[in-house]
């Protein structure tokens, strides 16, 4: 079965900090893999997209890598601000389906 | 260029009654998903449609059904209400099968 984990399920930091999430999939055969931001009370929008011959991508202060031997991706968010509070939701997209599998995302809240 | 609208943005219905969500996009695409999201549950998929008049169940489709009769358009419907069917409802609509999805503004159902 086809499976996003993403940890942690939630985090809190300083403004100004850096911070790094996670995903791990099981999907088969891959595809892609996009990071979604969704804030709160709106519905997700994409950041950044990952296929597989890409090891890096970067968004502004956002940067995705894709291990994808180990089938791992990253998502580091650098000098955080307070609008980077928000749910962080990994989806990873298998060849050939129209359905794509969705992590259950990590939230984040940045203090001041 | 409105993007992907739903309607309406919030309800509550009493249970057993019915309604319908509609969800509208002027992007011309031809893939479009209705989503649940319930807390710590993540994003998951009620019926989707990978063109005009054409439907499908995804993931949680008992209790709903759906209707794509022109390619803008896609409707939700609850026939006869539930609390478990309290939840936000996302629409999605994408360009084909790997690109990136365009999600509504949610709609917010409680079900008393």
């Known amino acids: 079965k086809n499976q996003v984990e993403q940890s942690p399920q939630s985090l809190i930091i300083l403004e100004g900090k850096n911070c790094t999430l996670q995903?791990?999939?099981?999907?088969?055969?891959?595809?892609?893999l996009r990071w979604y931001k969704q804030d709160t009370g709106r519905g997700p929008v994409s950041l950044t997209i990952?296929?597989?011959?890409?090891n890096t991508k970067s968004n502004g202060r956002y940067t995705a890598t894709l291990d994808a031997d180990t089938k791992q991706s990253s998502l580091h968010i650098t000098a955080s601000q307070l609008s980077d509070s928000a749910s962080y939701i990994c989806?990873?997209?298998?060849?050939?389906?129209?359905?794509?599998?969705f992590g259950r995302g990590t939230s984040l809240i940045v203090h001041p | 260029n409105a993007g992907v609208t739903q309607t309406p943005k919030f309800r509550v219905l009493k249970t057993g009654q019915s309604m319908t969500l509609l969800c509208a996009q002027d992007?011309?695409?031809?893939?479009m998903y209705w989503y649940r999201q319930d807390p710590g549950m993540g994003l998951r998929l009620i019926h989707y449609?990978?063109?005009?008049?054409?439907?499908a169940k995804g993931e949680v489709p008992d209790g709903y059904n759906v209707s794509r009769l022109k390619k803008q358009n896609f409707l939700l419907g609850l026939e006869s209400a539930a609390p478990s069917q309290t939840s936000v409802y996302f629409c999605?609509?994408?360009?084909?099968?790997?690109?990136?999805?365009?999600f509504g503004p949610g709609t917010r159902l409680t079900v008393t």
């Open positions: 999605a609509t994408q360009l084909d099968g790997t690109y990136e999805q365009y």
């Open positions: 990952m296929t597989f011959s890409e």
């Open positions: 992007m011309n695409h031809e893939y």
């Open positions: 989806v990873v997209r298998t060849g050939g389906s129209y359905i794509p599998t």
């Open positions: 449609s990978v063109g005009e008049g054409t439907t």
């Open positions: 995903c791990n999939y099981t999907v088969s055969p891959f595809s892609n």
